[in-house]
């Protein structure tokens, strides 16, 4: 199956742009197009080619499609439709005219420190989605207890009109129908988990506050606080100490300080005990400093953060439970890049072992003599000062064999070169 692009038709939809590049999946802005003019923009969530016939990936995008269905708020992306066209199963979604809140702070990066205020709204309202998904239940009555387990800026949308909504509940788990984590396993972006997340052990709501506490964290500052790297294991994520946001962005006010140090601390009952006292926690400051929807709407709107075309990398290594083939971005010129660097190392390499270049020993003979060096006729300088004639040495020795005697010194002036060793011609 060939990879889609941009204007080409898909069942009912037609695709316009490409929105972002996953390890098992793409998603794409998409239009839907139906009777009497009827359009609607839309976005699909697809399997990659080479997965679509993947019996485990077609599971986890239907069991997605299933779970996010029975979540109605409006701070979490709706669902649409799960369908299958031209065998490929397809999931439909709300379409958010904005941009994720990741691209947004890499923008406002740029500017410097963000309004504390961006933070505190964007993370009370995730704090209120993770409340109602924390606190749903089935038909009976009985409690889900879905845990998101992959809250990160690049699953925050952020509208134009300053909505809020999470996104991508395909790591989601609905703890109540028994089915959990197990011991040993974890999904999610590394640079967003909770200590437990990273040990494989039992989750509940409160890992998805921690991972809402880096998030602020990064909303407060425009910086990344982790980085997959980092994450070395438990006793470096224990002993690894977490600056204030004020450190980085002196406008965040102490009680931001505090909240963020209660969100990421190391044990979950440090931490907030539900999203809903988090979120309350938020709210008074929220209030105190005055950013609302409009404020949001208009960074938005002034600083474009529509999804670029092309396939964007994950800031940190995504890490699942289960290895399936997995789709990478063409490297055609990384790896020219490489090939070009190790040749330009191999010839340094070359040239530094290459011995100096000496001129080769003259070979091991008797001296020749050389004429003594007679001093040109001086010229009348320009000048009234008397000039020194430099001196004229005295005639070199010259070895002589033991055969033959020794050149007079008139024997040599002549004008050419006589060779003592040369035998003697006879008369």
């Keep these: 199956m060939k990879r889609a692009s941009a204007g080409q038709r898909f069942g009912k939809y037609r695709l316009l742009e490409r929105l972002g590049l996953g390890g098992t999946a793409e998603v794409w802005k998409a239009e839907l197009s139906g009777p009497m003019g009827f359009q609607r923009t839309v976005v699909l969530k697809r399997l990659l080619p080479e997965l679509v016939a993947d019996p485990a990936s077609v599971s986890l ?10 979540l109605h708020h409006p701070a979490i ?9 031209d065998g490929e199963w397809v999931l439909s979604l709300e379409h958010v005219d904005g941009g994720d809140l990741r691209r947004l702070l890499r923008a406002q990066s740029e500017l410097g420190p963000p309004d504390p205020g961006l933070g505190a709204y964007v993370v009370r309202e995730v704090c209120r989605a993770l409340a ?13 207890r879905i845990i998101h387990r992959d809250v990160s800026p690049s699953n925050v949308m952020l509208s134009s009109s300053g909505a809020v909504k999470l996104v991508d509940f395909g790591l989601a788990k609905a703890l109540g129908g028994g089915e959990g984590t197990r011991t040993g396993s974890f999904k999610g972006n590394l640079a967003y988990m909770a200590p437990e997340q990273l040990a494989g052990q039992p989750l509940d709501g409160r890992t998805d506050l921690y991972a809402a506490g880096v ?27 977490i ?21 990421l601390a190391f044990a979950p009952g440090d931490r907030y ?21 409009a ?14 075309p092309a396939p964007l990398p994950d800031d940190a290594a995504r890490v699942t439970a289960t290895h399936g083939p997995t789709a990478r971005p063409p490297r055609t010129l990384r790896w020219i890049a490489a090939g070009v660097g190790l040749a330009l190392l191999a010839s340094l390499a070359w040239w530094i072992a290459q011995p100096p270049v000496t001129s080769a020993p003259a070979p091991l003979s008797p001296p020749i003599a050389q004429p003594i060096p007679v001093a040109a006729p001086a010229t009348p300088p320009p000048s009234p000062q008397p000039v020194v ?3 004229v040495r005295a005639p070199m020795r010259t070895a002589t064999p033991h055969h033959e005697p020794a050149k007079s010194a008139p024997d040599l002036v002549k004008g050419k070169l006589v060779d003592p060793f040369a035998p003697k011609k006879q008369p």
């Excluded at 600056?243 to 140090?261: F, T, W």
């Design 389 to 391: 004639a430099a001196p």
């Design 273 to 293: 005990g539900s999203a809903e006292e988090m979120a309350g926690a938020l709210e008074e400051i929220v209030h105190r400093v005055g950013f609302g929807p």
């Design 295 to 308: 404020d949001l709407a208009k960074l938005v709107r002034a600083r474009p953060i529509v999804s670029s």
């Design 243 to 263: 600056e204030p946001p004020s450190r980085a962005n002196p406008r965040v006010p102490p009680e931001l300080d505090a909240l963020c140090a209660r969100a």
């Design 61 to 70: 995008l239907v069991a997605e499609a299933k779970l996010s269905a029975r």
């Design 77 to 85: 992306v709706q669902v649409l439709e799960l369908e299958q066209i």
């Design 132 to 144: 109602y998904a924390h606190a749903l239940t089935d038909e009976n009555g009985v409690p889900s």
């Design 215 to 241: 998030v602020l964290h990064e909303a407060l500052t425009a910086r990344r606080l982790f980085k997959a790297s980092d994450l070395g294991g438990m006793s470096a994520l224990r002993s690894m100490r």
